[in-house]
């Protein structure tokens, strides 16, 4: 009995064992997938590309400046490219501010430029990059981030030359720059072509190192009448003459212009003291009076607006009809224009003010008037209304 016993004993012992065993298996297993779970869980703002989508439209020419600069959320940057897509517009320009990617001296966080990039790739945009807006290390201590010393040209090309080596093959096109000739965008400095043609000799030739395919945007010049002298700004068309005097052509493939109708309808016929959507055919002009008739424009901004209070703004009515007509005018009349990407799409919050009416879409992602007859104009909906 002793000896059966001390059997029954060493059994029951050896079944204890082997639970615990068992036990201590299971636990280091379901820890192994708690912590592949953690490892391959997808990022907090992370939200799938899904299916490649393609834009449809009537007029490839159709685009929109998107503002995700400061959309934080990836959903947000999905849906917006979405309702772009959705209304015909094959191209948007997107701001990539090198403040924002390079933080430090060589230290590169591409997180959020990834992201649009993404996004817009799949739902078949194309994207004109606009790069600019300098990082505190760059700069001079009490300036705005739209300062540059030409001393550190070099630095801000390298950082167009990382972009464009990173987006090979994604994004075709560059601005370098915006708007310098008003001295808000030049940081409060003298407006100065020399220093600009200056940025563009040093900026280049760094991109088109990194990637021969990019193709180069300058000028992005907003359509002002500030006089001679005027600590405002300059008048564009002597800025862009002034480009050329200074032997810039080489430098630059395409050329940027900001085409703002304010109170007049596209047709209103150009003239150097009007500020209008046609003022384009004005510096179209002077490229080919210098010799640049073979390359081609893109408006990177632009537009109407409809503040029910603003002294530059229109009705509603007007703004939809004006903003139709002046796709139609780029694809039925001007050859040499490569894309209209009117400002804006949608904002990421209200600005309380005037600029809230410059935008096809609200921030809560419901779809303007003018949303839902451009796209109605993108499929061919508006053959019979819209008058050439």
Known sequence: MERLSGGVRRLRAWMEETRARRWVALAVVGLGV?????????????????????????NPKMGIHTRLTDEVEAWKIKRTLEMVREMGAPWIVEYFPWAYVEQQPGRFSWNHTDLVIDHAERQGLRVIARLGFVPEWARPRNTTPLYLDEERFGDFGRYAAEFVRRYAGRVHHVIIWNEPNLALEWGYAPVDPGKYAEMLRVVTPMIRAANPEVRILAGALAPTLAPPGSPDGMNDLLYL??????????????????????????????????????????????????????????????????????????????????????????????????????????????TKNYQDYFTFVRTDFEPKPIYEEVQRYSRGELAGEVQP
């Open 34 to 58: 708690a912590i592949g779970v953690w490892v391959l869980r997808p990022p907090a703002n992370y939200v799938p590309l899904g299916p490649q989508r393609h834009v449809e439209t009537i």
């Open 241 to 350: 003459q002034a480009l050329y005097d200074l032997g810039a052509a080489d430098y630059f493939d395409i050329l940027a212009v900001h085409a703002y109708g304010w109170v007049a309808d596209p047709d209103e016929p150009a003239h150097p003291e009007a500020v209008n959507f046609r003022r384009t055919e004005l510096l179209r002009a002077i490229m080919v009076a210098n010799g640049d008739a073979h390359k081609p424009v893109m408006i990177t901004e632009g537009g109407w607006n409809d503040h029910p209070r603003w002294t530059r703004a229109v009705r509603p009515g007007a703004r939809i009809d004006y903003t139709v007509r002046a796709y139609a005018i780029a694809l039925e009349e001007w050859p040499w224009m490569e894309a209209v990407c009117l400002w804006a799409f949608r904002y990421p919050w209200d």
